[in-house]
């Protein structure tokens, strides 16, 4: 005969399972929620950046004398881009490590970068053999 006593003890174990899975799915519902929200944000280092800012009037055009795009997916310039393999943030203020792999001129090759945006709104960037690039953000281009 079971005993009362220990099937409500039962009950109410499996009642808790029950809730903490519940709980569990509505969390991991939410943070799946919150990915796909972050994934659909750009990053702070998205847009036109230019060493020279007299050239941000030519944003969104091809040529000469143009700034570059800097987006989600990759970096493009005139003759070359890069596509991006990894970012991670790494900790110092708004700043993050990207993995890129690169076309230019028709050579393929990988490479590794630093950015870091600063409180002035400038894209600082260190690449892995040491060379560095100061950019100024370029508005973006008005809609036709």
Known sequence: MVNA??????????????RRYRVGAVLGGAL?????????????????????????VR???????????FGRDGFFGIEWSCEIDGVVAI?????????????DAGFEYTQSQIFLVTYE???????????????VRCALPEGP
């Open 91 to 103: 900790g110092v203020g708004q700043s993050w490590s990207i993995q890129t792999t690169c076309l």
């Open 32 to 56: 799946l929620l919150t990915g796909a929200v972050q994934a659909e944000t750009p990053p702070i280092w998205e847009g036109y950046w230019s060493g020279n800012a007299s050239w941000c």
């Open 5 to 18: 006593k220990n099937r409500r003890k039962s009950n109410v174990g499996f009642t808790s399972v029950l």
């Open 121 to 135: 709104d400038r894209l600082l960037i260190l690449d892995e053999t040491g060379e560095t690039a100061n950019l």
């Open 59 to 69: 944003a969104g055009e091809v040529g000469d004398e143009t700034p570059t795009w």
